[in-house]
């Protein structure tokens, strides 16, 4: 929201077509966090690459944090670090969010960072998880979600944030606001993202019952705006964002700041409440049990 502020602030004070192509040499690339070096980053506790093209404006973050792409404190810190500095930089238009793991796109919060730790820790995680959302769906960039794999929960919260969602054409390919399943509950802005992609009736029906959907029919409710083969999802991405890059900007971002406006404003004015009830709820004993036993059921499946 801050970004798309920024945005709406700095047209009407110009008068001027938002338009963020830089003077930069074409084809500049690097990675994060060195955005500012222009040098790749290449440390070996970074959770994602992202590169930026910029000839197109195009930034491409590739999650590669293995086995899932679990959002920890780590990860979601540094991927909001990454998404402030593009939004900074007028040569990133646009950012395509995929996985650099087989078969998984983000295996949603990481569970560990919710189990058998202090109400300290759980505040400056949750206060981290509605960073990342507030960044992402509030960002003034077109942001396109690559889902190159299974998306539960976080991770389709994640992909709900975006502008454009591609996935990957494969059954067994599954996304979904899954929470009830674990015994928890998803939170009501998880819900808004959800209401105002799929529309009320069917949000509720899958929140209530915690669905997870395969890629064909995350497609037919609406939850996905488009399937193709596993290797064209970044392709077509980076396709789509050139036709978004095609409107207005200034017209865009003010369009999407009116449609996200009022979510957003909603967790901003609640966001110590939300933090507060997120604590208070998930040190439970019931809800600490409910977790213990998902992630056994995680552990079982695979012996
Ligand atoms: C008020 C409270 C609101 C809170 C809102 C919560 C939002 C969330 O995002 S909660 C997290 C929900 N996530 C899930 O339900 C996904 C659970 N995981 C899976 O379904 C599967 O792991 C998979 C489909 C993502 C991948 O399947 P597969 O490739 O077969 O890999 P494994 O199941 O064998 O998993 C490998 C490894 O990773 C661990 N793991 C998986 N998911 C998580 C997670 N979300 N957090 C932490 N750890 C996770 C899994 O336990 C395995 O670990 P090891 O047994 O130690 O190898």
Redesign the pocket.
């Known amino acids: 929201m801050a970004a798309l502020l920024r945005g709406l602030k700095s047209f009407s004070l110009s008068g001027r077509s938002l338009s963020i192509t830089s003077g930069v040499a074409p084809h500049r690339r690097y990675g994060l966090p060195s955005v500012l070096s222009g040098q790749r980053n290449s440390s070996s506790s970074s959770k994602m690459t992202v590169d930026l093209d910029s000839s197109t404006g195009i930034a491409m973050m590739r999650f590669q944090s293995p086995?899932?792409n679990?959002l920890t404190l780590d990860f979601l810190t540094e991927f909001a670090t990454n998404l402030e500095k593009l939004e900074m930089d007028k040569g990133c238009r646009g950012v395509v969010l995929t996985s650099a793991l087989p078969?998984?796109f983000s295996?949603?919060?990481?569970?560990?960072e919710m189990y058998g730790k202090s109400p300290e820790h759980c505040r400056e995680f949750w206060k981290a998880v509605q960073e990342m959302w507030l960044k992402l769906y509030g960002s003034s960039m077109v942001t396109v979600a690559a889902i190159n794999g299974?998306s539960?929960?976080?991770g389709c919260l994640m992909a709900l944030a975006c502008d454009y969602r591609i996935m990957a054409d494969n059954p067994r390919y599954s996304i979904g606001l899954?929470?009830t399943q674990?015994g928890?509950?998803?939170?009501f802005w998880f819900k808004e993202n959800m209401v105002n992609t799929v529309g009320h009736r069917m949000a509720e029906i899958s929140l209530q019952l915690g669905l997870l959907y395969s890629a064909p029919d995350a497609l037919k409710m609406g939850l996905v705006d488009q399937l193709v083969a596993e290797e064209a999802v970044v392709t077509t991405a980076t396709e789509t964002m050139a036709k978004w890059f095609a409107v207005p900007g200034h017209a865009r971002q003010i369009t999407k700041s009116v449609m996200r406006k009022p979510t957003i404003d909603k967790l901003l004015s609640n966001r110590e409440d939300d933090i507060n009830n997120?604590v208070t709820?998930?040190t439970k004993d019931s809800i600490q049990k409910s977790l213990k036993m998902y992630?056994e059921s995680?552990?079982k499946?695979?012996a």
């Open positions: 086995p899932v679990s078969k998984i295996a949603g919060l990481d569970i560990r299974s539960p929960a976080g899954n929470e674990l928890i509950v998803a939170p997120f709820f998930i992630m995680l552990r499946k695979k």
